[in-house]
Each structure stands twice: as structure tokens, then as C-alpha cells.
């Protein structure tokens, strides 16, 4: 038998929904941050002021009436039909897993609400999708991961992808015959440079500017997007200011025409799943990590309109560079059907899969 709670304030719920991964995931799989989830509950991240969020507990179970067995978290926008469902965790019983989520549709129906759409950890940038297979690799750097039987639970209690995703990982080998057997990298980036384009890494003195640049280009290029929605220039700069420690920034492009920013590639060194408190040990990988990774993640690119096919030259000195490093690279997260997915396609050598999920009948 399970009982489904809100956890509202209480302290005793609030660690337990926090403390729940752990229990599901050994520390180089779990892609969860307890501050940020803390912070969120008691409305205190800088991006609460965008949503209101209510937080479930399944109690139960084999661990005994008192154990937590299962967690989600409903956020809801104003004037937004679509209710968003993530932090979902769930022990592998197909009871508490339709007690969890009919819970939260039921919610999200009182609050008037026509979809529900998930996973989406309150927001599109704290976390987005769910993981459909490669279960047995560690997640890299910014890639959802998720205990394999989740798509069959939810698939199980009404809900059907939405959108689906990939990320395709070359290897050293791979990256350089995908660049030599691709002519475009050689053909775009002439044809562009000769056009007045200019592509440039952002750098220390540039990197607040840049920050900006990118915010208004994601708020544009990214409105689209299911489950996302855009965020203030304050919260986005304090949420990726925390990036700049990890950043190689050489490998961090903007690209400008007659002084405009209309395109950028961000990539960043695979760090995989780091401690929420690294020790002295985890900061002397992280620093060599900036500078000589085993492999690199392109986590965000885009042109703007009128900018077609901007984005392989953003990407051809980053990739020449990973590739003098001898380092693999990983196109992460595109979605299925886009044309960014074309600039990685071909020679990777693992591909993986991902989805996001929407519920009608709340």
C-alpha cells in the first residue's frame, strides 16, 4: 500500500524528496542537485518568481509505510494551459507510479490546466526529458538520466511522447571522418567568412556581454520549443554564470554580422556528473578537464533567421580543435526532424535516445 503527500513545508517531507535519488542512483549517475531542489521548494531559486510548484511524496512499499518510494513535482505558469511534471523518481511497482502521477494530473485539472507535459523539472533549463535507452552508460555532461522502466510506467498511466531526441557521440576517429567526408565545413565557412560573418569565442572580458547575447538568441530561436519558456535576463545570467568554472571558452562561439550577434555554439567539457561539493580532488579534474577533456559536449547551437546553415561554420573551428585534441564530442539532445540534427549525423559511434511526454485526459 502507498499514500501520496504534499510536501508542502514540512521539513521531514522536504529531505525526503530531496534525499530520494540517492537511493536510486550510485553518485555517477545521478544528474540531480539537491540545492537547486531545495531552493525550489522553498521558492527561493531565481526562478521561482516564474512558476508555482507543488511537490508530491509516495510513502510505502516494500520499505514500510514511513519510506519514501516515489516523488514528482507539478509546475504550473500563469496563462499557460500546460501543466509540467518532473523530478519524477519512482521504485518499480506500477501502483505507485499511477498514484504519483494521477495525483499530479488531478492537480493539475483543479488548477485548470488542459495538458500535462513532462519531464520538465519546473523548467525547461533545470532539466528536460527523459531518457530512453543507453541505460548502462554514465551520463555526460547536461544529458537526463532515469531509471530504464520510467517511459513503460508513464506510457502505462496516459502518456505519449510528445517530441523525441537524440545525442550522437563521436569518438576521436569518428569526428575526424565525419569532418574530412562532410564538405560543408569547408564550403560554409568560406562562403560565410567571404559574406562579412565573423566567428569568435567569448573570453573573460566578454563573457558577461556575451552572456546577454546568448539570452536574447535562446529566448528567439528556442520560443518553439515544447516545454520551454523563456526566462529573464537575471535569472538566466545567474544560472549560467555558475557554468563559467567548467567552461573552456575557447570552444564557446558567437558569431556576428556587421556587429549583431546572430548565432552561437556553446560546447563544453564533458565533466559527467559532478559532486555537489567537490573536494580538492574534484576541483584539480575539473581545472585539467577545461583544457584537455577526454570528450566535449555541444550543448547549445543556433542561427537566427535568415541565417541558414550559419551554424556548421560556428562549429567547424570547435570541432578542428577537439579534434587536434584527439578528444570525442557529443551532439547533444537534438530533436528529431530538426536540421541541427543533420550536422550530426553519419559516423558517430553510439547514438541515444530520449522523449518528452504529454498526458491529455486529467
Known amino acids: 500500500m502507498y499514500r501520496v503527500v504534499s510536501v508542502g513545508a514540512d521539513a521531514r517531507h522536504i529531505d525526503d524528496f530531496v534525499g530520494l535519488p540517492r537511493r536510486f542512483y550510485t553518485p555517477r549517475f545521478c544528474t540531480h542537485r539537491a540545492s537547486d531542489e531545495r531552493a525550489l521548494l522553498a521558492g527561493a531559486h531565481p526562478l521561482s518568481g516564474d512558476f508555482s510548484l507543488e511537490a508530491f511524496l509516495a ?35 506500477p501502483l505507485c507510479a ?25 523548467s525547461y533549463w533545470l532539466g528536460c526529458r527523459m531518457k530512453t535507452d543507453a541505460f548502462d552508460r554514465p551520463p555526460f555532461f547536461g544529458e537526463p538520466y532515469n531509471r530504464p522502466y520510467y517511459p513503460a510506467l508513464w506510457e502505462a498511466n496516459g502518456f505519449a511522447p510528445a517530441a523525441t531526441y537524440v545525442s550522437r557521440i563521436f569518438d576521436g ?24 560573418y565573423r566567428v569568435e569565442s567569448v573570453t573573460p572580458a566578454t563573457f558577461e556581454r556575451s552572456l546577454l547575447e546568448i539570452h536574447g538568441m535562446v529566448a528567439e530561436l528556442y520560443a518553439g520549443f515544447p516545454g520551454f519558456r523563456p526566462i529573464d535576463p537575471g535569472p538566466f545570467r545567474a544560472m549560467f554564470s555558475r557554468l563559467r568554472p567548467l567552461l573552456d571558452l575557447s570552444l564557446v562561439k558567437i558569431a556576428y554580422l556587421d556587429g549583431a550577434p546572430v548565432g552561437f555554439a556553446v560546447t563544453v567539457p564533458d565533466h559527467g556528473c ?32 535568415g541565417h541558414e546553415g550559419l551554424v556548421p561554420v560556428m562549429l567547424a573551428p570547435v570541432w578542428r580543435e577537439i579534434r587536434g585534441r584527439r578528444a570525442g564530442v557529443a551532439g547533444a539532445l537534438i530533436r528529431e526532424g530538426k536540421a541541427t540534427a543533420n550536422y550530426f549525423g553519419g559516423t558517430a559511434a553510439e547514438t541515444r535516445h530520449y522523449a518528452l511526454y504529454v498526458r491529455s485526459e486529467l
Request: aromatic share 8%; with cysteine.
Open 274 to 305: 559532478l559532486p555537489e561539493r567537490p573536494g580538492l580532488p574534484d576541483l584539480l579534474k575539473i581545472q585539467l578537464r577545461r583544457t584537455r577533456a577526454a570528450s566535449y559536449v555541444v550543448l547549445y547551437v543556433g542561427a537566427r533567421k
Open 59 to 93: 510513502y510505502g512499499g516494500e520499505g514500510g509505510p514511513r519510506a519514501p518510494a516515489g516523488r514528482c513535482a507539478l509546475a504550473v505558469y500563469p496563462g499557460d494551459e500546460t501543466a509540467y511534471l518532473g523530478f519524477f523518481e519512482c521504485a518499480e511497482d
Open 173 to 196: 576517429g569518428g569526428l575526424a571522418r565525419r569532418m574530412a567526408a562532410d564538405a560543408r565545413f569547408a564550403r560554409n565557412e568560406g562562403r560565410f567568412l567571404d559574406a562579412g
Open 98 to 122: 499511477k498514484l504519483l502521477l494521477d495525483a499530479a494530473a488531478a492537480r493539475a485539472a483543479e488548477l485548470r490546466r488542459s495538458l500535462l507535459m513532462g519531464p520538465v523539472d519546473a
